[in-house]
Structure formats: C-alpha cells, structure tokens
C-alpha cells in the first residue's frame, strides 16, 4: 500500500506561487496520483490527476518525477480564497475490483493559509 | 454537473443505537465510497462498492457495514453506534469507465454519538 506523506501546513501570501509536496515511496504502478481541495464545511474538490510527467490545466499544475515516489502540485499566483486543506491520493481504484484491496491511500491533508 | 447528496448535515445518535447514512449520486457513477474524516488522520477509506449489491473493505471498515441495493444510493450503517465513532463522513462517487477516475464528494454528514 502507498502511504503518503505532506506538510501539515503552509502560509503563502497573495500572489505568490505555492507548492506542496507529497511523498508517496511505495506507489504501485498502475496507481495514479489525485490531487483534491477542501473548504471547511465541503467535501473535497478534484483538482488535479497525473500519472507521470507534468500535468497542467486551469487552475494548477502537477509534477510528478521519473520514479514516481513524489508529486508536487503547484498552485500560481495564490489568491485569498485558495486557504484551504489540499489533500494527494494515490491509488488506483480498479484494483479493488473482486476484493484485491488495492487501497485508495489520502494523505493527511495541508493547510495552506494565504494572508494578503 | 454531478451532484452527490447526503441525508443529513448533522446527526446526534446515541451509544449503543443503529445509525443509517444515506448518500445519492445523479449521475449513474458505477462506484460509490464512504469515507470518514478526523483531525489529523485525514480521510479514510471505509467502504468502497463497484456495482449495485458489490462492496469491498476499506483501510477501516471494523464496526461499519454498507447496503448497495440500487446504483444510485449507497448506505453506511453503524449496526452500534459507539463514542469513537463521532467523526466527518463523506460520500463520494466516480466513474469506472475511466482509468483516471476523478470522485465527487458530497457535503458530508457530522455524526455526534453520546
């Protein structure tokens, strides 16, 4: 099972580019890395998938190196309303098909805090 | 846009009663998951069921059981509740279609057992 492993916190200022970590040492290779957003109150919010490489779209971009036991999601120009806890999943969800239990592993979550 | 419902926002229940949570997507997702949510632990995987009437084992499943008698509802039951079991739960749902599966989550469900 993949265990994962992020910062329990971080503070950012607006503006200001961020990037959060996550070490997951024993990913499978059929697993894929997630990354979700949760405001308090919520449930969590997808951001971000990749598998290998770089990752990028609207809202955020994901580094993922060559052996695959880390990933970084980094998040530009951070605003007021990106405070908020940033959890990564690893896992592949089919392989808990029939009762393999190829675990879904989140990690403990980040709280980023952005201050003006 | 995918939406993901939770019977109740808030629940006080207490020691020793049944609990049943109820979750419903809209968007026929094969997989629906039950999660649980605690300062510090993060999420964790309770139950996970890929087709009506299939369930597997989460990372803690002990105390819990699960019902998934049509595709759209998925139901967490706590067949005796117990002070421990105070926490977040959240529903979520996904798509088996895709290998890279994205999960939609509910609002979540604050249960209180005295």
Redesign the interface.
């Known amino acids: 099972l993949a265990k994962t492993t992020q910062p329990i916190s971080m503070d950012s200022y607006e503006g200001q580019e961020v990037n959060i970590t996550c070490s997951h040492n024993n990913i499978a290779t059929n697993d ?1 890395i ?1 990354w ?1 957003q949760q405001f308090p ?6 951001i971000i ?1 990749g ?1 290998k490489t770089k990752v990028t779209n609207e809202v955020a971009s994901l580094f993922i190196p060559a052996d695959r036991k880390s990933s970084t999601l980094s998040l530009p120009r951070v605003s007021l309303s990106d405070t908020a806890v940033y ?1 990564c999943l690893v896992g592949d ?2 392989a ?2 029939g ?1 393999s ?1 190829g ?7 980040t709280k980023l805090s952005v201050k003006p | 846009d995918v939406k993901v419902t939770q019977s109740s926002r808030y629940l006080v229940k207490r020691t020793g009663e049944k609990v049943f949570l109820e979750c419903v997507q809209d968007m026929d997702h094969e997989n629906m998951f039950w999660y649980r949510q605690d300062p510090g632990l993060g999420l964790r995987l309770i139950y996970f069921s890929y087709d009506v009437k299939m369930k597997e084992k989460g990372d803690i499943p002990e105390g819990y059981s699960v019902s998934r008698e049509k595709k759209e509802r998925f139901s967490l039951i706590l067949e005796s509740a117990s002070t421990n079991q105070t926490s977040m739960y959240l529903c979520a749902s996904s798509s088996s279609d895709r290998a890279d599966y994205e999960q939609y989550f509910g609002p979540g469900t604050r249960l209180t057992v005295t």
């Open positions: 894929y997630t979700y109150s919520q449930g969590p919010r997808f998938q598998y959890y969800i089919r808990n098909y009762g239990q675990n879904l592993i989140f990690g403990k979550g």
